[in-house]
């Protein structure tokens, strides 16, 4: 199939409209007429992932976080974005972004992440539409089955998104069990006030500042920084068995391979 033909599907999936104002998802790179046989996916489009994309010859670079964010005045070899997008064209693959559309669209992202928990999803943590009556967006407020201590909070989250460590802010001064929760993927700072009035007892995110999580935790919420990346990377899975399903032997479906961009040492 065509790449503009492939677009439209995955616009079934998650809307480009459906993203924030700011975001840039989309076709971002190469032809849209380009005849797509094998793609591959990943969170961000690093050097790495697009050697890897070059390497295995794929037609097609899907990811998460959109690699063009502000816009570009050269596109050359002197500048590390414009440079990988000089070496996706140079390569004939096109490059595709689905970031905060996929955040926000049923059955991804914020409903993917809440079924990873076990979380009984109750309603969005900030809505930004409604789609037949009901409302969608960024992030889930939501029950555990049962309640769990903070430290408990923070192993299971470990577990059920396969992390090797989770920041937790709380520790000391949040004794009570926790059932109640919002769970907002990716950078989360910005949802702490969405949280607070939701009346959650803790929210799970990333990219929390000092700041954030000591003035939450004084206003009786706990954060858990699981980190962007950790929480994200569903994204990963979910479009491979996406992609086989709508395509089945028609598309060749690769995935990035797990790269923390951060380590505890």
Not at 86 to 102: E, P
């Amino acid at each position: 199939m065509q790449c503009n033909e492939m677009i439209r599907q995955l616009n079934r999936l998650a809307p480009e409209e459906y993203a924030c104002e700011w975001d840039n998802p989309g076709l971002l790179a190469g032809r849209s007429d380009k005849a797509v046989h094998k793609v591959l996916v990943a969170l961000d489009a690093t050097d790495e992932v697009v050697e890897q994309a070059i390497a295995e010859r794929v037609d097609l670079l899907l990811t998460h976080h959109p690699l063009i964010f502000k816009p570009l005045k050269k596109v050359n070899d002197q500048d590390f974005i414009s440079r990988r997008i000089v070496k996706l064209i140079q390569a004939d693959i096109s490059y595709y972004a689905m970031h905060t559309n996929f955040d926000a669209a049923p059955g991804c992202m914020a409903d993917l992440a809440a079924r990873q928990l076990g979380l009984t999803a109750e309603a969005p943590l900030e809505v930004t539409g409604e789609l037949q009556g009901s409302a969608f967006g960024i992030g889930k407020i939501g029950t555990l089955p049962q309640p769990v201590s903070l430290p408990q909070l923070g192993e299971l989250v470990k577990e059920r998104f396969g992390l090797p460590f989770v920041t937790v802010y709380g520790l000391e001064q949040i004794r009570g069990s926790i059932r109640r929760i919002a769970l907002s993927p990716g950078s989360g700072g910005s949802m702490i006030g969405a949280a607070e009035a939701a009346g959650v007892q803790a929210l799970i995110t990333g990219d929390i500042s000092h700041h954030e999580g000591i003035d939450a935790v004084a206003n009786g919420l706990a954060v858990l920084d699981a980190g962007h990346y950790g929480l994200e990377r569903i994204f990963i899975d979910f479009m491979r068995g996406f992609l086989q399903e709508q395509y089945g032997d028609a598309l060749a479906v690769l995935t990035a391979a797990p790269a923390f961009p951060a380590q505890v040492i």
